[in-house]
């Protein structure tokens, strides 16, 4: 029984979310089990642990997946801790914003120079055209 278990459980793939979820729900269940074993917590104080601590631990894992297997950068990252609770933010670079950053400040660094050498062609063009009909005078 247990190897067709084996064989099922091998042919899931595993992405980001699955393993997020699952080690969230491993980290609650763990969490609460404990909390009513050896604490001798209320049934619902020990549930609303367990759901905090799959919560925490869906987030850290969320973020250690982004940070390390995906090489994304860490843009921006934010908690507040107070009387209201717990607001936790964490912002990734975006890779596409950033090329389109990149391109822009090439394409204005270009378009600078391009900028400098109309002015002086113009200039020039200029000068002559004031010195011929300085001539002709």
């Known amino acids: 029984?247990?190897?067709?278990?084996?064989?099922?459980l091998q042919k899931i793939d595993f992405h980001a979310g699955r393993r997020t979820v699952a080690a969230g729900?491993?980290?609650?269940?763990?969490?609460?089990?404990?909390l009513v074993?050896?604490?001798?917590?209320?049934l619902y104080s020990a549930f609303m642990k367990?759901?905090?601590a799959v919560a925490l631990t869906m987030v850290v894992v969320a973020v250690g997946d982004n940070f390390f297997s995906r090489?994304?950068?860490?843009?921006?990252?934010?908690?507040?801790a107070g009387p209201d609770g717990?607001?936790?933010g964490v912002t990734f670079e975006d890779k596409i914003a950033t090329a389109v950053e990149q391109v822009s400040d090439g394409m204005k660094?270009?378009?600078g120079i391009v900028d400098r050498r109309l002015g002086r062609l113009e200039e020039a063009m200029f000068k002559e055209g004031r010195a011929a009909a300085d001539r002709e005078e």
């Open 109 to 111: 660094e270009q378009m």
């Open 86 to 88: 717990v607001d936790v």
């Open 25 to 34: 729900v491993l980290a609650g269940v763990a969490a609460f089990v404990y």
């Open 50 to 52: 367990g759901m905090a």
């Open 71 to 80: 090489d994304q950068k860490v843009k921006e990252a934010q908690a507040h």
């Open 37 to 42: 074993a050896n604490q001798n917590s209320d």
């Open 1 to 8: 029984m247990l190897g067709g278990l084996d064989a099922r």
